[in-house]
């Protein structure tokens, strides 16, 4: 096997012990050398290994930016290489906008490229933002097989997953969620997190736009490169890894913390945002075909879904 063929962090040797599911797809996603997020073979749209609602013209950008109006600010995290940055602020220039990505910004961009490594200064009103954020947040993977607790691990040189009990550690990840039926997907950095983004915008709003199931969890896990999925734990650091987005996981947390939240699909919150300005928006024909299709119950606007979170003491008002 070749070197690329072996997660980022370890030696083109085959290892002798297991590695657990989420360290394995944290390295193969943000390793600082070879990681599929830290390097430039990762750019989605028609060249690269996925689609994503961003790359349809700008017009997810334009609504946005509709959206953004009254905000004082945008913190965006995992924005890339400012793509959708660019579309929101072309229609409001006046906004301060920061990025938060390992990504280097363009010459003369008009934000601010901030490291994930390093705190988030707060935006007291502002907007945390997150396009296809959570669905890359690595995960662990569980089971109850005959009344034992086992976890997902992926072995040696062939890369072949094996279940093996749960150690104290999982075991109370496990119980952590509501029981369900098959595999359970829990992302264990997820609430550290949402907290950290809570605080980052004092009475303000969060919106995340991803794809997701509303309740449960599922056995999603999977790969894409060149727009094809591929064979579990396949390419490391050439491959997206990506899993389905619990909705009603992100809802608890944050409900706990103190914030109400709304999920609609991506249809339903385009529309709310645009339907009363159409006419004021004046779509050229290319972008109503993007709009269409980010609309459609067919394609992406049924496929993704936007959670709106905002503090207990602040109306939810306009989405």
């Not at 200064?121 to 933002?129: I, K």
């Not at 999982?170 to 039926?181: A, D, I, Q, R, T």
Request: proline share 10%.
């Amino acid at each position: 096997m070749s070197d690329a063929d072996y997660p980022p962090y370890w030696p083109a040797s085959a290892p002798s012990q297991p590695i657990r599911t989420d360290l394995w797809i944290e390295a193969a996603l943000y390793d600082p050398k070879r990681g599929y997020y830290r390097n430039d073979r990762r750019e989605p749209g028609a060249d690269g290994d996925f689609h994503t609602p961003v790359h349809l013209g700008g017009v997810l950008g334009r609504v946005l930016a509709l959206s953004l109006a009254h905000s004082p600010g945008v913190i965006e995290v995992g924005g890339g290489n400012g793509k959708l940055a660019k579309a929101i602020l072309t229609h409001q220039p006046q906004l301060l906008y920061r990025v938060v990505d390992y990504s280097r910004p363009p010459p003369g961009a008009p934000w601010i490229q901030e490291s994930p490594e390093s705190p988030i200064s707060p935006l007291r009103g502002g907007t945390l933002l997150g396009v296809e954020l959570l669905d890359a947040l690595p995960i662990r993977r569980f089971r109850k097989s005959e009344c034992i607790e086992e976890e997902y691990w992926v072995f040696d040189s062939s890369w072949e997953p094996q279940w093996l009990p749960t150690d104290e550690e999982g075991s109370s990840l496990f119980h952590s969620v509501p029981p369900g039926e098959g595999i359970l997907e829990i992302r264990p950095s997820l609430e550290s997190l949402l907290t950290t983004w809570t605080r980052c915008v004092p009475q303000g709003r969060i919106l995340f736009v991803d794809y997701g199931a509303p309740t449960g969890w599922r056995d999603s896990l999977r790969g894409f490169r060149g727009h094809q999925q591929v064979p579990p734990f396949s390419k490391p650091g050439y491959t997206d890894w990506t899993a389905t987005v619990s909705w009603k996981r992100i809802q608890s947390l944050l409900e706990k913390g103190g914030w109400t939240t709304e999920v609609q699909t991506l249809t339903l919150w385009l529309l709310d945002q645009v339907e009363p300005l159409w006419e004021e928006l004046s779509f050229s024909p290319q972008e109503q075909l993007a709009f269409k299709e980010l609309i459609s119950p067919l394609g992406l606007g049924e496929t993704f879904q936007v959670l709106t979170a905002r503090p207990v003491n602040l109306s939810m008002g306009s989405n």
